[in-house]
């Protein structure tokens, strides 16, 4: 895990000793080492261009899916900005982005154009409707999305901590389809 679990452990609420930062610059380092320089930020980097994209995909699978929830995207958990309109989506999309960065990363690997054209949006959103599995079902990222915004639907409602989330892993239909990476 590349130190990132001891590292969570120290982040709270208002981040004042810059944990996430640091974890941060580590996962980008580990996921696209070839240049051992990149930056999120970096608006020149056509990976951030991937990224941002598939974000604002998964973004939008959240906040739909916390609406059929019965669940108000603007409420928040823990991210909080007077010019953030979707709090709730950014809070529950947080455990997905690593299917996003590993879309991107397997782009990266392959011959395919560096740059957002339709075949690097159209893998992004095959992200969203490939089967994962956390070894007991297989379901779509879509699936697991809205089974998540329904437990946690029901923790509000129940005032429970016992938010599921399951650890998926890539789960190949047929070998057309197969994924690789590790487990997220």
């Known amino acids: 895990d590349w130190g990132l679990r001891q590292i969570a452990k120290r982040v709270r609420s208002g981040d004042s000793a810059n ?10 380092t580990k996921l696209f080492p070839e240049d051992g320089a990149f930056v999120r ?3 020149e980097d056509a990976r951030n261009h991937q990224l941002d994209y598939g974000y604002a995909v998964l973004r939008a699978t959240v906040t739909r899916a916390l609406c059929a929830s019965g669940l108000h995207p603007g409420f928040s958990l823990k991210h909080c900005s007077p010019y953030n309109n979707f709090p709730l989506a950014d ?3 947080e455990p997905f982005r690593p299917f996003i960065d590993i879309a991107v990363r397997e782009r990266c690997d392959s011959a395919a154009p560096a740059g957002l054209d339709s075949t690097g949006k159209r893998r992004l959103l095959e992200t969203m409707t490939m089967h994962y599995s956390d070894g007991e079902e297989s379901r779509t990222l879509f699936d697991w999305i809205q089974k998540a ?12 901590p016992d938010l599921e989330l399951r650890h998926l892993a890539p789960f190949a239909e047929d ?10």
């Open 19 to 28: 944990a996430e930062a640091r974890a941060a610059r580590i996962y980008w």
């Open 41 to 43: 930020s970096d608006s």
């Open 91 to 93: 809070d529950l999309m």
């Open 149 to 160: 915004a329904q437990s946690l639907a029901w923790c509000i409602l129940n005032a429970s």
């Open 175 to 184: 070998e057309s389809k197969e994924r690789v990476g590790n487990d997220v």
